[in-house]
């Protein structure tokens, strides 16, 4: 069972960059969030989507988009990576029953 | 202040011990509440759910008061195994938004 794939493990970037780090589950869930993890900070919820086509912001938005054409896909992007962004991210495939299954997390380096 | 507060730890405590955590949520609306356990460079995962007339699970124990909004984990008979950061979550049960507490940290010496 894949469950959550979410890809790349490590990413390492420059200021200024665009990336996607990409998400996807195989569970038929329809909520899926993304999150970021610093140090003494725990997760942040950076977006959130409740079904195919439908997306929000959580509590750290700014500097990602998201978008949701499929129940299965959840990419997210950085629009112009800052090191602000340096952090581990994680996605995240949410059951009916309020059960989160994560991925694997993207370590992300901005320089 | 963040929605889900929880004490960071670490709690240091020798194999056997009985060890207790709390958090506290600020949404009175909060519907549903989980703790997650979190191994070093590694994914959350889910321990166990929260249920309002409290619930057990082999050596963890979970309680929620909402009247004082917070909740509880108990772990008896501490094992090595144990040693992880314990996640406290709550969600509003309409978007399934969670929002996740720092996590408390809890080393399982010999």
């Known amino acids: 069972n894949a469950g959550v794939t979410q890809t790349p493990k490590f990413q390492v970037l420059k200021t200024g960059q665009s990336m996607t780090l990409q998400c996807a589950q195989d569970?038929?869930?329809?909520?899926m969030s993304w999150y970021r993890q610093d140090p003494g900070m725990g997760l942040r919820l950076i977006h959130y989507?409740?079904?195919?086509?439908?997306?929000d912001q959580g509590e750290v938005p700014n500097g990602y988009n998201v978008s949701r054409s499929t129940t299965e896909d959840f990419p997210l992007r950085l629009l112009s990576a800052a090191p602000s962004q340096t952090s581990v991210y994680f996605c995240a495939s949410i059951s009916v029953g309020g059960e989160a299954f994560f991925g694997q997390g993207t370590r992300l380096t901005v320089v | 202040r963040k929605e889900v507060e929880q004490d960071p730890g670490p709690f240091n405590v020798p194999e056997g011990a009985t060890v207790a955590f709390n958090c506290t949520y600020s949404n009175s609306a909060s519907q549903s509440f989980f703790w997650y356990r979190q191994d070093c460079r590694k994914e959350p995962k889910l321990l166990m759910s929260v249920y309002s007339s409290g619930n057990e699970d082999g050596r963890f124990t979970a309680q929620l008061n909402r009247a004082s909004q917070y909740i509880s984990l108990l772990i008896r008979d501490s094992k090595l195994s144990d040693s992880a950061t314990y996640l406290c979550v709550a969600s509003m049960d309409s978007s399934y938004k969670l929002i996740f507490g720092s996590g408390t940290r809890l080393l399982v010496r010999p």
């Open positions: 569970m038929n869930h329809e909520y």
């Open positions: 989507s409740v079904g195919a086509g439908i997306t």
